[in-house]
């Protein structure tokens, strides 16, 4: 059982504190640091001291780090061209020593593109389709060959389709909880499926719907990685629950509901409903990056259970 380190920085994190967390990350045995793509603030908090670039960020952290994988829940797909984006994707694999993860999504937050002047298409599922096609599509072309893409949304024409990832595959992370076109794509394009913050009951449902139409694409059902993103608040006692559920402006009650939260006996059986779904990996969300107590007691006491 994977358990791995996620991060949303937008809420208020510079690159200092994000390598901090890495390290600890690291350190502590965890298997990945990853971290969100947003550009705006959310909720009630004043963001300071703004936002850090995604793939930025990871460019520091390949070059800081040197066991754990680093990626992303979910880069945005309305941020980048794919074609430029699998240049960065590649270089910071390379940088890494191939240790790059690459979830992508189709983006949703229209606010965060109003304030920093980044279009927000209509047709999100049918440009991410098309970004999947042309991303990987450069990356599977062999060294010497050109790579052509005529989509509707992008033109692609002689591309050397360079630089090429230090793995022979970037894993694809792909997510979200659509009942037919997110399991399609899944199906055609993901290593992973990554579930966010669902129930117990709703993660087996598309855990059930990814397989089926991994099936009916020709796949073995067990090819991909069935992984959960969780929001986590674990405490040595009660009030240390409490504590950490205050600090970032949540209810015990509505965490032990919705996320992994509670003592680490607690967490630990949270954790084995998942799985008995068929999840095998938690993205821990964790949103106080100042507590590295937290990250102390969930290796020691929840990951040496479950892994």
């Not at 002047?117 to 599977?140: N, S, Y």
């Amino acid at each position: 059982m994977d358990l791995r380190i996620f991060t949303e920085p937008q809420q208020g994190a510079d690159y200092d504190t994000l390598l901090t967390v890495a390290k600890a990350t690291e350190d502590l045995g965890f298997d990945a640091f990853f971290r969100s793509d947003h550009y705006l603030k959310m909720g009630d908090t004043d963001g300071l001291p703004g936002p850090t670039d995604a793939w930025i960020t990871l460019a520091g952290l390949a070059r800081e780090t040197r066991r754990i994988r680093l990626g992303t829940l979910m880069t945005a797909g309305t941020f980048r061209l794919p074609g430029v984006l699998a240049i960065q994707v590649a270089q910071v694999d390379r940088m890494s020593g191939g240790r790059i993860e690459f979830g992508l999504g189709a983006g949703w937050f229209e606010e965060e593109h109003t304030a920093y002047g980044i279009p927000f298409p209509k047709e999100k599922i049918a440009r991410l389709e098309e970004q999947l096609a042309v991303i990987t599509g450069l990356w599977q072309t062999p060294v010497g060959k050109t790579f052509d893409y005529d989509g509707t949304f992008y033109q692609l024409k002689d591309s050397p389709a360079l630089p090429k990832p230090a793995q022979a595959k970037i894993p694809v992370l792909i997510g979200g909880l659509g009942a037919k076109r997110t399991p399609e794509l899944a199906a055609r394009y993901a290593d992973e499926f990554n579930i966010p913050f669902a129930s117990v009951a709703d993660s087996g449902q598309q855990i059930g719907r990814v397989r089926a139409a991994a099936e009916a694409a020709g796949r073995g059902a067990d090819d991909l990685v069935y992984s959960n993103a969780l929001v986590v608040c674990v405490g040595k006692d009660d009030a240390e629950v409490a504590r950490r559920a205050a600090a970032i402006g949540r209810e015990v009650d509505e965490l032990k509901a919705n996320g992994l939260a509670g003592s680490p006996a607690e967490v630990v059986d949270r954790i084995g409903q998942y799985a008995e779904q068929g999840a095998t990996r938690f993205y821990l969300q964790v949103l106080d990056l100042s507590d590295l107590d937290h990250l102390e007691l969930i290796s020691s006491q929840v990951r040496t259970q479950v892994g």
